[in-house]
């Protein structure tokens, strides 16, 4: 059987991995130069994409939310400076501590009370959460894309159809 969340968060790696590949290809100021958009620059929209995403897997470990996000947003600013290698590597390591824990995971549909500082308090499921994180994340590569077309650079395909074509995605 399918562990769909873990086929979307499959996915979530390897579309992040792939813009960020295409960062790799270009000049390494391109990260740090500003643009008009909802971030100033893509540098910040990865730093907010990884402080987000590592809260996220906090609460999949057991924290609570408050909890998550007191340890991981500190490290917006600090990875600021981060290179595109850097961010790779980051991203990477995180991938692999959230696949090993969505295949540990033994119910993904478990529902937890999850007490949001800025929504409120819900009944979640850990797949929700899977899907907060992977819709989070195509959202701000969307904004890493149009920043890339603002200072000239074309951006790269990161599909859901397209990972599956190249032969990534399960049957």
């Known amino acids: 059987m399918t562990n769909h969340p873990l086929e979307m968060y499959t996915y ?3 579309a992040t991995g792939t813009i960020l590949g295409r960062m790799k290809e ?3 100021t391109v990260l740090s ?3 008009n958009s909802a971030f100033p620059t893509i ?3 990865f730093s907010h994409m990884y402080t987000v995403e590592k809260s996220w897997l906090h609460v999949l470990n057991g924290d609570s939310m408050s909890k998550a996000l007191e340890a991981c947003l500190p490290l917006q600013q ?5 290179s595109v290698d850097e961010f790779t590597v980051l991203f990477a390591e995180l991938a692999e501590q959230f696949k090993t824990r969505l295949q540990e995971q033994d119910n993904l549909e478990r529902t937890i009370l999850l007490e949001n500082p800025y ?3 819900r009944n979640t499921r850990l797949s929700e959460i899977v ?3 992977v819709n989070h994340a195509t959202y701000h590569r969307g904004n890493v894309s149009s920043m890339l077309r603002q200072l000239g650079h074309p951006s ?3 599909d859901y159809a397209l990972y599956w074509y190249q032969g990534q995605g399960q049957a």
């Open 33 to 35: 130069e500003e643009v």
């Open 78 to 82: 600090e990875l600021l400076r981060s």
């Open 12 to 14: 979530h790696a390897w």
């Open 119 to 121: 929504a409120g308090t």
């Open 131 to 133: 899907l907060q994180v």
């Open 43 to 45: 540098g910040e929209v």
């Open 26 to 28: 270009l000049p390494s």
């Open 156 to 158: 790269v395909m990161t």
